[in-house]
């Protein structure tokens, strides 16, 4: 099980948890992809896109999923996240299948999605707003976000006045505060320019470690998911299967500098980086020889 400690954060760090009160209980669930198979037509030729899939994410575990492009990570978090059911096979959550109208699951993407003609309250309090929670509590429960993601004063603001990383920490306010059990992130940082992109590295997982949501995060990015997971999932493509399951044991809270100071984060990415760069450079043959045979 992943380490619980928080950490005590100081006056002269810039924390978004500074403010925010830790939950008592940790509140994710499990997640079970039970031999899931998936194929999608190309024209009418139906392509495999998971084969045999299985992997089990223990409640309030964070996992990242890295693979080549095509590989099936977004139609994995789609079952979770209710937006498609498998061919064969079960998707689980907390042992029951996915319900169609749960709301255990929240996804988070690279593109904010924030509406631009809302201001940033009222973009926190959309999610709520769907849900149907009164509009006092949608209030409290907004302002409480927006502390905690370091926006208060900007809670009457238009969203179109915001960096790109604050809109990004609107987008992670407006996912939190519906109490995800499971939060699906699908290269959430992936348009943020680096310096942003390892500010919200490190702040979400302050965030994450205060909240505890079970996470599957999805990058290409192999550094960011060993920097942020409890475990690294490697897939490999055409069909899309598990390869490699590695437990990543850095202590938390985990820091920038681990990238360059830590031995262990560095014998993590020199197993898995090689193993990353084959599947790519296959998927990419593969795609090439379909190119060539039409
Ligand atoms: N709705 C769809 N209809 C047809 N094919 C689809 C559909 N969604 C995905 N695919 C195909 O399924 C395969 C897996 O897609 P998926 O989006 O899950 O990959 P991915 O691993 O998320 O890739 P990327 O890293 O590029 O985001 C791809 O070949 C894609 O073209
Ligand atoms: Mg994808």
Not at 18 to 37: I, L, M
Not at 263 to 278: A, E, P, T, V
Request: contains cysteine.
């Amino acid at each position: 099980m992943p380490n619980t400690t928080l950490r005590a954060t100081s006056d002269s760090e810039t924390s978004m948890t500074e403010k925010a009160a830790p939950s008592s209980t940790a509140r994710g669930v499990s997640v079970e992809f039970q031999q899931v198979n998936h194929s999608f037509l190309h024209g009418n030729r139906p392509v495999r896109v998971l084969n045999d899939f299985n992997l089990r994410i223990e409640p309030s575990e964070f996992v990242s999923i890295v693979g080549p492009s095509g590989c099936g990570k977004t139609t994995a978090l789609g079952m979770v996240g209710n937006l498609l059911k498998p061919r064969a096979g079960q998707v689980l959550i907390d042992g029951h299948k996915v319900r169609p109208d749960s709301n255990e699951a929240a996804f988070l993407f690279a593109r904010d999605a924030l509406l631009p003609w809302r201001r940033v309250r009222s973009n926190v309090e959309l999610g709520m707003e769907t849900r149907g929670v009164p509009k006092e509590e949608r209030r409290v429960r907004a302002e409480e976000w927006l502390r905690k993601v370091r926006l208060h004063e900007f809670a009457d603001s238009d969203v179109l006045h915001l960096s790109q990383g604050m809109r990004q920490r609107v987008a992670i306010a407006r996912t939190l505060v519906q109490n995800p059990k499971v939060l699906l992130m699908d290269e959430p940082f992936a348009a943020l320019d680096a310096q942003t992109r390892a500010i919200q590295q490190e702040e979400f997982t302050r965030l994450w470690e205060a909240e505890r949501p079970t996470v599957i995060f999805v990058t290409h990015d192999l550094e960011e998911a060993i920097l942020l997971s409890d475990r690294v999932i490697l897939m490999a493509s055409r069909p899309g299967r598990m390869v490699v399951d590695m437990k990543i044991e850095l202590e938390r809270p985990r820091r920038q500098e681990m990238r360059r100071e830590s031995d262990l984060f560095k014998s993590y990415f020199h197993d898995m980086s090689d193993r990353l760069r084959s599947e790519v450079e296959l998927a990419e043959q593969r795609i090439r020889e379909e190119n060539q045979n039409g």
